[in-house]
């Protein structure tokens, strides 16, 4: 039998992690067409609506149901809107081990929400999945996702060489791929606990679907 994450939603004070919908394609097929998107992912381009919904609506939720991980669209708590997404991926049920993706649309960037959203999904995957480590993998040139591992608490553990194919505008206004390294850092449950310590009174939110109220607020 397959193992699987549970179809749940996670609350912090600003942001709501849930599953996809329907209604979130329009926003996911303007987020993914940014340019630091194409450049960072490996999604397709230009990202059509056609992608999106396939994403929204079934490979999104197959990831959870085959038991590869779980996807979750993040969004603004008090105005809905699509902040971006979350996906664990990669997930070795015997080791008890994930990696974290994410990405955050243009509008939502410099507010702190994907330092938000990972130390709630990493709270969550550590606390109530009983998992063991969390690994990020960035692109050694992406400074901006380091910022954000090293944030959250990540250890960097070492660089995999010409890991990853990136892309770059050339100059007559396309796009060219490139290999890069990654660096690999990691999250373990003491690594959350010594944050913890270093912020006591956070509350967290176990009602209703498992999620984390005011989670790490003085991480914005």
């Not at 039998?1 to 394609?25: H, K, N, Y």
């Not at 410099?110 to 999945?129: I, K, M, N, P, T």
Request: aromatic share 10%.
């Amino acid at each position: 039998m397959t193992s699987t994450f549970p179809d749940i939603s996670i609350s912090t004070d600003r942001l709501v992690l849930r599953p996809f919908e329907a209604g979130d394609v329009p926003a996911l097929a303007e987020m993914m067409n940014d340019e630091l998107i194409v450049a960072w992912t490996s999604a397709p381009h230009p990202y059509t609506t056609a992608d999106a919904r396939d994403w929204a609506l079934r490979r999104a939720h197959a990831e959870r149901t085959s038991g590869r991980g779980i996807v979750f669209a993040v969004t603004e708590f008090l105005t809905h809107r699509l902040v971006g997404t979350v996906h664990l991926r990669n997930t070795d049920w015997r080791t008890l081990t994930a990696e974290i993706a994410y990405v955050t649309a243009p509008w939502a960037r410099g507010e702190g929400y994907a330092c938000e959203s990972v130390l709630a999904v990493a709270e969550w995957l550590f606390r109530d999945q009983k998992f063991e480590r969390l690994e990020l993998r960035t692109p050694a040139d992406n400074t901006a996702a380091q910022q954000v591992a090293q944030k959250t608490g990540c250890v960097s553990e070492g660089v995999l060489r010409s890991a990853r194919i990136t892309r770059s505008r050339t100059e007559d206004g396309g796009w060219t791929e490139n290999r890069t390294d990654l660096i690999v850092w990691s999250l373990l449950p003491e690594d959350l606990d010594e944050i913890r310590e270093g912020h006591p009174g956070d509350g967290y939110d176990t009602t209703g679907a498992g999620g984390y109220l005011g989670a790490f607020p003085d991480w914005r």
